[in-house]
T-cell receptor
Framework: AQSVTQLDSQVPVFEEAPVELRCNYSSSVSVYLFWYVQYPNQGLQLLLKYLSGSTLVKSINGFEAEFNKSQTSFHLRKPSVHISDTAEYFC???????????????FGQGTILTVHP | DGGITQSPKYLFRKEGQNVTLSCEQNLNHDAMYWYRQDPGQGLRLIYYSQIVNDFQKGDIAEGYSVSREKKESFPLTVTSAQKNPTAFYLCASNPAGPFNYGYTFGSGTRLTVV
């Protein structure tokens, strides 16, 4: 079974400052990794994902995450945040093992990012 | 546009009543999922279905039931046996098969028991 730990429940930051949201996972098999963003009273939107290949993946709005297999981490970073980045962020893991585990995502507890002017 | 539609957006229920949450997708995805979201607990899997007429219990299935009679529909019933049903419920879908490219989520239903 896999698990995900998001190390910070809340991260306050000032506008234009850099931010890192931390995510560690546990799995005995190969994994796929995802970051989702949720705005208040809305569903989750896929921000970026690691399936294979380059360990550094980027989103269209300036976020990036790096898969670190040795540290079992997938931290999310942005060099300069905007007010509009205020939201809750979820890290999630899925395995590519066979059987009924196909496609099942396990989510972390979420990190609330609040960007202050 | 393709997507997932959850209805209603807000739902109020009296204790002891069953209630059904709707989830419809037009993405032609094989797999569908129901998650429950509570503050500080992330998303917890209730039920999932990888093919029509088949579904599996997730981590917190007690007090819930589902059906999957059509590929595009996966309704969730919250029964009176669910002890603490007030929560935000999210439906998701996935193309399924051997690869997970990331779920598509609906906009959610907020259920309040009064």
């Amino acid at each position: 079974a896999q698990s995900v730990t998001q190390l910070d429940s809340q991260v306050p930051v000032f506008e234009e400052a850099p931010v890192e949201l931390r995510c560690n996972y546990s799995s005995s098999v190969s994994v796929y990794l995802f970051w989702y963003v949720q705005y208040p009273n809305q569903g989750l939107q896929l921000l970026l994902k690691y399936l294979s290949g380059s360990t550094l993946v980027k989103s269209i709005n300036g976020f990036e995450a790096e898969f670190n297999k040795s540290q079992t981490s997938f931290h999310l970073r942005k060099p300069s945040v905007h007010i509009s980045d205020t939201a809750e962020y979820f890290c999630a893991v899925s395995t590519n093992a066979g059987g009924t585990s196909y496609g099942k995502l396990t989510f972390g507890q979420g990190t609330i990012l609040t960007v202050h002017p | 546009d393709g997507g997932i539609t959850q209805s209603p957006k807000y739902l109020f229920r009296k204790e002891g009543q069953n209630v059904t949450l709707s989830c419809e997708q037009n993405l032609n995805h094989d797999a569908m999922y129901w998650y429950r979201q509570d503050p500080g607990q992330g998303l917890r899997l209730i039920y999932y279905s990888q093919i029509v007429n088949d579904f599996q219990k997730g981590d917190i299935a007690e007090g819930y039931s589902v059906s999957r009679e059509k590929k595009e529909s996966f309704p969730l019933t919250v029964t009176s046996a669910q002890k603490n049903p007030t929560a935000f419920y999210l439906c998701a879908s996935n193309p399924a098969g051997p690869f997970n490219y990331g779920y598509t989520f609906g906009s959610g239903t907020r259920l309040t028991v009064v």
